[in-house]
Each structure stands twice: as C-alpha cells, then as structure tokens.
C-alpha cells in the first residue's frame, strides 16, 4: 500500500515540478524511479531492496509475474486514444504529405540506421540492434506536447511535431513486435510469410476495430443512450474493450485501433467532446506518472552500468545529430518547409512511453529466453529516452531562436465568440493568410465554424484549458466578439498579455456608444456598432466586401458613409501587400492610407 501511495504522491509531485521549470515530465519522473528503484538499492537501502519494486518479488513487488507489462499496455492504450483525440485534419493541411514521409521513409531511415550503429557500436546481433532502432523509432507525444507548449511556433511546424509523435507510436510497437517474433521464433526462413500475413492482420484488424467503435460510440453519445454521469467511464471502458478485442484477433493491433478510434472521435461532429478530453487527459497525467516511475524503478544498477561508457555516447550522438536529421531531411524534400523548419524538426525528437513500456516488456522477455545481449535492449533505450528528452527540454526553445522558427511577432488571430459575424470574419482572415482559431462555449456554434473549414475549439472562456494549447502558440491578436459585456472584458483581461501581445480588441457596448468619450483604446470597428447590431448586419448581408481606396480623404468619407449607414460595419484596412489593420472604434488613426489600400467591410455594397 505503501508502495503505491508513494508512486502517485512522488508522480504527481513529479508533474507539479514539470509545470512549474517548464520541462516534459517525463524528466522529473524517470529520475525519480530512478532514484527509487536502482539507486535506492544500490546506495540508499541496507538490504539492497528497492524503495518501489515494481516486480513482485518474494514478500516484496506490486505487480506479479507479467502484470506490470499488462498494465503498461492498457495504460499506454488510453494515452495514445486521448492523443488521437486531439488531432484534427484541419492542422494538416498544408503538411499532410510531409507527415505521412515522415512515419514512413523517416521510419525506415532511424529502423535501418540505428540498427546498424547499434550493431557495430555494441556487437548487438543484428536481431537485437533491429529490435532496438525499431523501439527507438517513436516520437511520443508525451514529451513533444510539453515542449511545444512553451515554444512558439508557425503552425506547420508544431503539427508536423504533434502529428509525427501521435501516429508514429503504433508504428514503432508494430515495428518492434514483428522484429520481436523474429528473434522468437529463431528466425526461420517460414518467418518472412508469417510476418506479412501477421502484418496485414495488424493493419485491418487495428483500423476496423478503431473505426467501428469510434462510430457506434459516438453515436450512443449523440443519441444520449448514456446518461451523463456515465459517459466518461463508458468512454474508458470502450476504448480498453476496443484495445483487448483487436488484441484478441490480431497480436499488437491493439495500439493502432485505439489510435484511429481516437483520431475518429476527434474529427466527428461529437457532442461532449470537450468533457472525454478533460477526463481523459486527467487520466493520462495521472496514468504517465504512474508508467514512468514504475519502469525507471524497473531498471537494475547492473543494466545502467552497462552503459557506463564511450560507446554509449557514440550512439547517442549519431542517432540524435545524424540519423533523426537525415531521416527528417529527405521524408520533407520537397516540401513548404523552410531549411531553418527542417533543422528545428530534426533537432525536436523525444522518445516517450510507448518506447520505454516496450523496452521493458520486451527485454525482460528475451532475457528469460536466455538471448544473449538482451540485456542491453531496455538500458538502451531508456538512455535514448533520458537523453533525448533532457536535450531537447533544455535546448528546443534556445535553438528555436538560434535557427529562427522562433516566432518574434505571432500573427495568429484567436477570436472569442463563434456567432455568424465571427465566423464571417474568421474566414475572410483565413481567406487572406492568416491562422484563425475561434473559441465558443456552444457547441453548434462551434459546429459550424468546422463546417465552414474554420479551427475551432468547444471551450469556456473561463476554464484553464487555453493556457497550454499548442495550437495557439502562433496567436498574437486577440478579438472578443461576443454578445456579453462582461466575457469580453473577462477574455482581454485574462488572455490579453498571453494572446494579444500584438493587439487586444472588444466590441463596444451600448453605454460605451452612448458616451463617445468613454470609448475604451481596445474598442473595436467603429463607434456606432456593438455586437447586436453587428449581429443585424450579417443576419441582412452576410458578406465583407473589399474597396479601393483612392487616399486618405477618400478613406475618410467611407468611414463618414459608414458611421451614418446602419447596413454597413467598416472592419478592417488592407495594404498592398495584404498586411490588415484593424480598424478601432476610438478614431486611431491608421498610419498611411495610399492609393491601392482596401476598406474591408461588412454590409451591403458601397458606391466607389
């Protein structure tokens, strides 16, 4: 009882410390089972025990025989669902191919290459040395997501990120498994058939179990079948169902079924979405403290001392600065990607859970058989994890600076409020290059900003989750267009530092209107307009038209047209070379209108 008190209370701990200093928690977590486990034994114990002995051993363990590897599988199933929940096809539009290269070629690439350095760096045979490059594939969002928080980024480079570690887990499991029943089965020459039939299994029964389920689920949920208090345990429950059923039919489909189940979900038009997220996230913070400090605490001292040498570092210098870059290069070739892009991807490649719960599963498994050099597989790869995930946590945003990806002036536009006139307004945006992400806390208003292609997040403005989203890393204007006073306010006093370092805007209210001199700097589009009547004009004219300015005393009878017609909100200002300016409701004067500006408007057409 002891025992497992002690791993959430230091796991949670652990988690607390990642927050506070800004690092992927797997840090603190793996230092600590290290602590616990084969440092305590060796250094720290009179008897020699380990603090948390994660095996059952004699009077001392948690988990009997294989039930430690059982427990890591299903907990790693839930993480890798609640991160295919999070990807949506929106993000990858401009790098879809760019990401299937990399969980493919790039795959091959790290399989091949660290396979060989692993056998002639360490005399591996070349069965373990492929088991161990096939471990050491995965990127897991664990870490990459930590990381990508604290960095702000171009969009495409944080999906690229995001995407590549999500997907490429079940790749690496599928990888490792058919090199694993490789080395069991001897080798034999039956093996190669075996393992394309064992493969095209994994393939239909992982996508079909994942598929099927993600819909009939959401179909209970959006028909309410499930009464509320159930939902996220019933949601557990069918992915841990979904994971042991394709398991069942096909040996190690399991993470994949889960994956596309999760990926599925998170591109349906789900009711309650936002509450599996909240839950199941809670779930995986609490489930990767538990994971982490179990299988560090797993390690011996013997397994570490193996390591205590320059082959060690060789390898770990050509996996991170050779082949993660080559693979990297050649999978983008091609590509929008800048060169300075490629570089920051090449240099960002921690390994997470599923390498480490792999590993541990694996190398145990071999040892029983007696394998010789299996006792290098699960050492090796934690030093990869450990190592990969202390560089880049303490150099990624140095080196995002050093190479430029850093974003010094973030031109993303978060817009509060989903209502017809945002969403007319988030799409012009888009329409003219700009990453726009709406937020709502009703879901049909969200519903249809997805439907007209537009990102949008089922959030309330005053819930924590907006703190931490990757994909608002690039925002830089904040714009509150919603029919309450008081959100507004709340949303610019809230956010505005975080979001609106570029540029904090709210519509007006009717008080405001009424007393022209207590018209606040942040007020936005003119002095006439709040959201009710905005809301009448896109209701009668659901279109923002585009004129020609002439000069600036043209711009200015436009604007005079506008305060005194009711059917038209004057919005923005375009340069010629696209750069928009919002126009303020307190007359700031917009620096230079030239022939071949734009007045961007909102209405029914005006008269050049």
Do not use: C
């Amino acid at each position: 009882m002891l025992e497992l008190a002690g791993i959430i209370i230091l796991g949670i701990l652990a988690q607390w410390v990642a927050w506070k200093f800004k690092i992927p928690a797997i840090l603190p977590l793996i230092l600590i089972g290290l602590l616990v486990g084969p440092v305590a034994a060796e250094y720290l114990s009179d008897d020699g025990t380990k603090w948390i002995e994660p095996i059952w051993n004699g009077e001392k363990g948690l988990f009997p025989g294989e039930g430690l590897f059982y427990f890591v599988s299903l907990a790693i199933s839930i993480i890798l669902f609640e991160g295919g929940l999070t990807l949506k096809r929106a993000e990858i539009k401009n790098v879809g191919p760019v990401i299937t290269k990399l969980i493919t070629l790039g795959s091959a690439i790290t399989f091949f290459g660290a396979g060989i350095l692993a056998h002639f760096i360490f005399n591996l045979s070349w069965e373990l040395s492929f088991l161990f490059s096939g471990l050491i594939i995965v990127t897991g969002p664990t870490v990459i997501t930590p990381i990508l928080r604290n960095i702000p980024l171009k969009k495409d480079v944080s999906a690229v990120l995001k995407w590549e570690g999500i997907l490429i887990d079940p790749i690496g499991a599928l990888v490792a498994v058919l090199v694993f029943e490789f080395i069991s089965v001897g080798g034999d020459s039956g093996f190669t058939k075996t393992a394309l039939m064992e493969f095209g299994k994994i393939i239909l029964f992982g996508t079909t179990f994942g598929f099927t389920f993600a819909h009939a689920l959401a179909f209970v949920i959006n028909k309410k079948l499930i009464p509320h208090y159930l939902l996220n345990v019933v949601s557990l429950s069918t992915v841990l169902l979904v994971f042991v059923e394709s398991e069942i039919f096909a040996h190690e489909s399991g993470l994949l079924a889960v994956v596309v189940m999760g990926m599925v979900l998170g591109n349906s038009k789900l009711e309650n979405l936002k509450e599996l997220l909240y839950f199941k996230e809670s779930l995986s913070v609490l489930l990767i403290s538990i994971l982490f400090i179990l299988l560090a605490a797993n390690i011996n001292i013997e397994d570490l001392m193996l390591l205590y040498n320059w082959k060690t570092a060789i390898l770990f210098a050509i996996v991170v600065f050779v082949v993660r870059p080559l693979a990297v290069f050649l999978s983008t070739s091609g590509s929008n990607l800048k060169f300075k892009e490629k570089l920051f991807i090449s240099w960002v490649g921690p390994r997470g859970i599923v390498a480490a719960g792999i590993a541990s599963l694996f190398g145990s498994k071999l040892l029983k058989q007696g394998v010789e050099g299996a006792e290098y597989i699960t050492p090796l790869v934690f030093m990869i994890v450990l190592g990969t995930v202390l560089l880049n946590a303490t150099t990624a945003r140095l080196f995002a600076k050093l190479v430029k990806v850093f974003l010094i002036r973030s031109e993303g536009i978060l817009i509060v409020g989903a209502s017809q006139v945002s969403r007319l307004i988030g799409s012009y945006l888009v329409e003219n290059n700009r990453h726009v992400v709406l937020i709502d806390s009703n879901q049909t208003n969200i519903r249809l900003a997805q439907d007209n292609g537009l990102e949008a997040i089922n959030t309330d403005i005053y819930s924590e989750t907006l703190n931490d989203n990757i994909e608002l890393n690039d925002i830089g204007f904040l714009m509150a267009l919603t029919g309450s006073a008081d959100i507004n306010k709340y949303a610019i006093d809230k956010f505005g530092e975080q979001f609106g370092e570029n540029g904090t805007f709210r519509l007006i209210t009717v008080e405001e209107i009424d007393d022209p001199s207590n018209t606040p700097k942040e007020g936005l589009f003119s002095q006439t307009d709040d959201f009710n009547v905005l809301t009448e004009v896109a209701r009668k004219h659901p279109v923002i038209h585009e004129i020609e300015l002439r000069d600036r005393k043209h711009y200015e009878s436009l604007i005079e047209i506008t305060n005194n017609d009711e059917d038209i909100v004057p919005l923005l200002v375009k340069d010629k070379q696209g750069v928009l300016e919002i126009i303020s409701s307190n007359n700031k004067a917009i620096d230079a209108i030239e022939k071949g500006y734009k007045l961007v408007y909102l209405g029914k057409p005006l008269a050049s």
